[in-house]
């Protein structure tokens, strides 16, 4: 069979499976339509919603200023797909091309799109986690619930982890006057995601817009009353704190376990593709047929040493899903690659904070731009001598030169000088992120595979 | 032809009416170096990754030298005041710019622009109500010259009946940015010397009066102001109500009346406004890409070596920024000498970009969106009696002195 009479049928009555409704799988649907996909459009997602963005439910929701029921996702174009909501993905038949779902049904497919992002990682102990007044932040009822007892007015709340998400829940706690603790493992807040020394001035913000900011420490238990609601929280350095509502923050676990036993190469770290969004089968094989975007993916990327990158960014996932759906309906060599540079912003306690490249990887920081003190700056991530990642503190103008640098491999420290340069950004420090062997809550950015210092790999390609 | 002459003929006059095809020209070499020093970008993706560029200053204080052609048109305010925001770089730059925003926009006053649609309203209506003959219009002086300083006045708080004095200083320190040939400049520079000052001193007056009895105003909020970053001195705040006054209402001047040009050589467009104003958003932001009222960026320098498209610009040049160039990059824009109201992504460079961004951008456009609808709607029939019209001198902020027009009545 001619591969372009078969894309032309593809295109023209053929029949692709989008499961996973959320940005990535929204984004990809409309890219597919807009790219002349005529064919039949399923859009299975386990959530009663349609897609709908996630960004606001840890700000504006929990302000108070939005409700969940306005975060529905923008249409670019009008979809005509056959919405499958409610219904969750249980199974996947390769060799049949089908997807199976939780209501019994099965849809059959030419080419298939797994969008199932991630859930939140839930709070390990089941009677705990059980007890009123625990949430988590991930969705639009986990946005509901909580902002409905947030603005019950709790006595206190413990946010149980500070990487973005926990930072902007405490902000938004603060904001709106609430007492809130948080408690960290790590030294300071965003220290995985961003370093110790960026992690330092978060803390300090924290403090200053009053959280009670515990680093350092983990909570061992909570504790509930007679009536099942949660009234303490235990720490490991011997304290406890009386609060009404405890937020776990502990980052994140991808939606892999319904493609168990299906033989595509997922797994708790996600679904490996290569750079054109197309999935590995278990034996590394690529599929051709079966296609990956999202916080699901993991992805090689060319700046950082073909490394697999996971990202939890909301323009990655719109990025790889565009690329995605223009790959699943062309010829190979007009494929393109994904490789988009990460980026990734947060607000909280009134900072704009944005971040591109890839912050963790670095060994070395330079304030290039602006003061920590006044926490409006630029700092510049050093990693063998080239810069690899760049974070503004409320100076997100400048952040296009920066990726700029990192597109380029450009040597670090940057030799030049630049504009509103201080005497802290005269030489690099240490970034100082922990450990990686030691888990924190979860940057945001997760790199799996070989490293780029592995020099000691040769690669040999076979004989002609 | 030497390569170096093209930069000449463009602030040469006789090009003013057209000088894109000096830009096409310009373009084959994206960065070129001018004979006497200067470089000049022309190419949009080079112009956008140098306005993002930490290593290129604003500040006058760190040009070497007056490297390149001398610009005729100072757009410099006098010594005496502090430099303005827009020549400075951060830090400086940064404290003035968001103690200023802090009673412009967000996160303090997310809605002040937005809610001066209705007063904008207002002041068109009235202006086009005002214009009498309809057989012979020169809309420069009956309507776009007027309209954006007396939204200057209303928005800084100047009291009515003072506007027109304002307005009289304004339009002298207006002319003095378009030299006339001829003129004795001696004396010009007299006149403008004392508009300078008297507006100094009525600002000055204005702004005391304001720290006594605040109002709901700009003056008055930027007067009294106390945040993280402290207060504006009194020269401070001079300096930023001069520029408010200079570049808010040079640049809206032009992007009006390039816009109703635009729309006259366009009257399948003019038709479409007419019947649906809304159509003015998309249209303003393709204007500011196809008839920029900035076009060039000049008086930047550089603080280190930087190497674009090839090209070493070595530290402390000069660096010219030619963003109506960008604005027509084939490389950027399809089609980029048609005007396309319908165009989908317009990201010109019509406002700059980066910290140095137009601050004023938010009421430009809401001034120009309103100003060319409600002409759309109330001109019947218009029609353009001389075009090309007579330009400015002014090669920076380009457009015509006077735009003579005609229509058969003006609908109520
Ligand atoms: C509170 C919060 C704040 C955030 N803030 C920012 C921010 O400021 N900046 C930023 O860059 N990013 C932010 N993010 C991250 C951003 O929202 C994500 O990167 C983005 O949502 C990823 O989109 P996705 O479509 O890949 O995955 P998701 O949005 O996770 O969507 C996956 C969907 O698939 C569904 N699904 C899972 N399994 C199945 C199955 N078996 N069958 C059917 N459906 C299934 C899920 O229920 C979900 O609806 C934030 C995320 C959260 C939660």
């Known amino acids: 069979m001619p591969a372009d009479g078969y894309l032309e049928r593809l295109k023209r009555e053929g029949r692709i499976v989008v499961v996973g409704a959320s940005l990535a799988g929204l984004r990809a649907a409309e890219t597919l339509r807009t790219e002349g996909f005529a064919g039949t459009l399923t859009m299975v997602g386990d959530e009663p919603y349609e897609p709908y963005d996630r960004p606001p439910l840890s700000k504006g929701v929990l302000l108070g200023r939005t409700t969940p029921d306005h975060t529905a996702l923008p249409r670019r174009r009008a979809l005509e797909a056959d919405w499958r909501l409610g ?37 390990p102990h089941d009677g705990e986690a059980g007890l009123d007044g625990v949430f988590v932040l991930r969705t639009r009822d986990d946005a509901t619930a909580l902002q409905k007892r947030l603005a019950d007015g709790p006595r206190r709340v413990v946010v149980i982890g500070a990487g973005f998400t926990g930072s902007e829940i405490a902000s938004a ?180 904070i944005k971040s591109v490249g890839v912050p963790s990887m670095g060994t070395e920081l330079l304030i290039s731009q602006g003061s920590l003190a006044e926490r409006r700056f630029v700092g510049v991530y050093g990693y063998q001598d080239r810069v690899i990642g760049a974070v503004t503190f409320d100076q997100a103008r400048w952040l296009p030169f920066y990726e700029h640098l990192i597109q380029t491999t450009a040597p670090f420290p940057p030799p030049f000088p630049t504009v509103d340069r201080r005497p802290e950004g005269a030489r690099p420090v240490p970034a100082d992120f922990p450990d990686p062997s030691v888990p924190t809550h979860g940057p945001t950015v997760t790199l799996s595979g070989y490293s780029p210092a592995d020099r000691r790999m040769t690669f040999t390609p076979g004989r002609h | 032809m030497t390569q170096g002459s093209l930069l000449r003929q463009i602030l040469e006059y006789e090009n003013r009416h057209d000088p894109y095809p000096l830009y096409a020209e310009l373009r084959k070499t994206p960065v070129l170096n001018e004979d006497d020093g200067a470089y000049v970008v022309s190419t949009y993706h080079e112009v956008l990754s140098l306005l993002h560029d930490p290593r290129v200053s604003s500040d006058s204080r760190n040009m070497t030298q007056s490297a390149g052609i001398d610009l005729q048109d100072q757009q410099e305010e006098e010594t005496t005041l502090p430099p303005s925001f827009i020549r400075l770089d951060p830090p400086e730059h940064d404290r003035l710019r968001r103690l200023t925003n802090t009673s412009f926009g967000p996160p303090h006053e997310p809605r002040r622009v937005h809610e001066m649609r209705g007063e904008l309203g207002g002041i068109v209506s009235d202006l086009i109500g005002g214009i009498g003959d309809s057989g012979r219009i020169d809309l420069v002086e009956q309507f776009s010259y007027p309209f954006p300083v007396t939204v200057i006045c209303r928005l800084l708080g100047v009291p009515r009946e003072d506007e027109p004095r304002f307005h009289g200083w304004a339009d002298t320190l207006a002319a003095s940015l378009d030299p006339m040939p001829g003129e004795d400049p001696t004396e010009r520079d007299k006149l403008t010397q004392k ?111 930087i190497e674009i498209a090839g090209v070493t610009i070595p530290k402390g040049a000069s660096l010219w920024l030619v963003v109506a160039a960008g604005n027509r990059d084939p490389l950027r824009f399809e089609d980029p000498d048609r005007f396309d109201p319908d165009r989908e992504d317009v990201r010109h460079l019509g406002f700059g970009s980066g910290v140095h961004s137009c601050f004023g951008a938010p009421l430009a456009r809401l001034e120009a969106q309103v100003a060319l609808s409600e002409l759309a709607r109330r001109l019947v029939n218009p029609r353009l009696l001389e075009d090309p019209p007579e330009y400015r001198r002014n090669a920076v902020l380009r457009g015509p002195r006077h735009l003579p027009i005609a229509c058969d009545d003006i609908r109520p």
């Open chain 1, 173 to 352: 706690c603060r904001e709106r006057d609430i007492p809130v603790t948080v408690a960290e493992r790590g030294a300071s807040p965003l220290v995985g995601a961003l370093g110790g020394v960026i992690g330092q001035v978060a803390a300090e913000l924290q403090r200053e817009h009053g959280v009670d900011l515990r680093t350092g420490v983990m909570v061992t238990g909570l504790e509930g009353d007679s009536a099942g609601r949660v009234r303490a929280a235990h720490l490991s350095d011997g304290s406890s704190v009386e609060t009404d509502i405890v937020v776990v923050a502990l980052g994140a676990t991808r939606n892999t376990e319904w493609l168990a036993g299906s033989g595509l190469g997922a797994g708790p770290r996600g679904i490996a593709c290569d750079a054109g969004c197309r999935a590995f089968d278990i034996r590394g094989i690529v599929t051709d047929d079966v296609f990956v975007a999202g916080d699901v993916a993991r992805s090689p990327h060319p700046l950082f040493g073909y490394q697999f990158l996971s990202l939890e960014h909301w323009g990655n996932a719109v990025s790889q899903a565009e690329t995605a759906a223009h790959n699943m309906l062309c010829e190979s060599v007009d494929r393109r690659p994904h490789m988009w540079v990460p980026a990734f912003w947060s607000s909280q306690f009134g900072v704009n």
């Open chain 2, 195 to 305: 508009a300078r000052t008297e507006l100094g001193m009525y600002l000055a007056g204005l702004i005391e009066e304001r720290r006594k009895n605040p109002q709901k105003d700009m003056l008055s909020e930027l007067a009294v102001h106390k945040g993280p970053d402290g207060s504006m001195t009194t020269m401070e705040l001079l300096s930023t109500a001069a520029l408010l006054l200079v570049a808010g209402h040079e640049t809206t001047v032009n992007l009006i009346t390039n816009g109703m040009l635009t729309l006259l050589r366009n009257p399948q467009v003019l038709e479409r406004l007419r019947t649906d104003p809304d159509l003015s958003v998309p249209l303003v932001e393709e204007l500011l890409r196809f008839e920029p009222p900035v076009q060039l960026v000049p008086n930047r320098t550089t603080l280190a070596d």
């Open chain 1, 87 to 123: 219904t969750a993905a249980t199974g996947l038949d390769m060799a049949a091309k089908r997807v199976r779902l939780d209501d019994g049904e099965e849809v059959e497919y030419d080419r298939l799109l797994i969008t199932t992002g991630v859930r939140a990682r839930p709070w």
